[in-house]
């Protein structure tokens, strides 16, 4: 859909959508919905002969991105993405019974810790803003030794109401730190193709989200109990190590500034002039 917004500017698909009797086009549904859009297509190609460059340019501009994804640096990033959210949301999910079975926290006041780690997470993600721009590497396997450390002290800890809710504000903080660094490490390897890369940073988060939530379920029913997830985290954070050492090693310097594919043609000018007088007669 955002391929074609930004080739087109009005696409059809948003149309085809609607239901029946909420169509712009009447009666006439989706076959009138494919003849607005095939009218479309024509006036563009032929009336307004400047826009047949901004499709070569989406060509260009796709191209561009999936070149990106050619980058080793890149998916080294993207596997740090997917690993640290998959250790902090493989403990986050299953905290309720940690807290309330073996913290002894009232149900109530789980939301009061809910918070903490909320304000936990914005904390992180301001510190990495802060510290990432400067030492991207320093802060990000910090954070993800950190984030190990303090899951691994969560299992004996957890018996403590009050050491609980520390690790878990500790915990989202020292996690949290690390995805503005590595979202911004990504964008930098990706040069003047970001937009494919950032979906991919986000996916990558949602796949550890997906894939430490799934382990920590089958650890928690397993003979570890209430513990289990909380040592599954722990160990996705350790493993994101390895790709930020990687990282580390190979360097990350690269184009900084995110440049956009621009095509400027001498030509076009005058002919949008002389397009939009014929259109004003």
């Known amino acids: 859909m955002g391929t074609v917004r930004l080739c087109d500017g009005r696409p059809a698909a948003c149309a085809i959508r609607l239901r029946r009797s909420e169509s712009p086009f009447g009666r006439a549904g989706i076959g009138g919905a494919a003849d607005w859009a095939g009218s479309r297509a024509v006036s563009a190609w032929t009336v307004y002969p400047w826009r047949r460059r901004s499709f070569t340019a989406c060509r260009v501009r796709r191209r561009a991105e999936v070149r990106a994804l050619g980058q080793g640096r890149l998916w080294l990033a993207l596997g740090a993405a997917v690993l640290i959210m998959g250790g902090v949301l493989a403990t986050y999910t299953y905290?309720?019974?940690?807290?309330?079975?073996?913290?002894?926290?009232?149900?109530?006041?789980?939301?009061?810790?809910?918070?903490?780690?909320?304000?936990?997470?914005?904390?992180?993600?301001?510190i990495g803003g802060r510290l990432g721009d400067h030492r991207p590497m320093v802060t990000t396997i910090t954070a993800s030794a950190a984030t190990s450390l303090i899951l691994l002290a969560l299992?004996?800890?957890?018996?403590?109401?009050?050491?609980?809710?520390?690790?878990?504000?500790?915990?989202?903080?020292?996690?949290?730190?690390?995805?503005?660094?590595?979202?911004?490490?990504?964008?930098r390897f990706a040069g003047d193709a970001p937009t494919l890369t950032s979906a991919l940073t986000t996916s990558g988060y949602n796949t550890g989200i997906t894939a430490g939530s799934l382990v920590a379920g089958r650890a928690l029913d397993s003979s570890l109990g209430l513990t289990g997830p909380a040592l599954v985290g722990a160990v996705f954070a350790a493993l994101t190590l390895l790709p930020l050492i990687a990282l580390a090693l190979r360097g990350t310097t690269g184009p900084s500034r995110i440049i956009a594919h621009h095509t400027t043609d001498t030509a076009a000018e005058p002919e949008t002039a002389d397009a939009s007088a014929a259109t004003a007669r």
């Open 95 to 126: 905290i309720t019974p940690l807290l309330t079975d073996r913290a002894g926290i009232p149900a109530r006041a789980v939301p009061l810790v809910l918070i903490a780690f909320g304000i936990g997470a914005l904390g992180g993600t301001a």
């Open 155 to 187: 299992i004996p800890a957890s018996n403590s109401p009050v050491a609980a809710v520390i690790l878990v504000f500790g915990m989202a903080l020292a996690g949290f730190t690390v995805n503005p660094v590595v979202t911004s490490l990504a964008v």
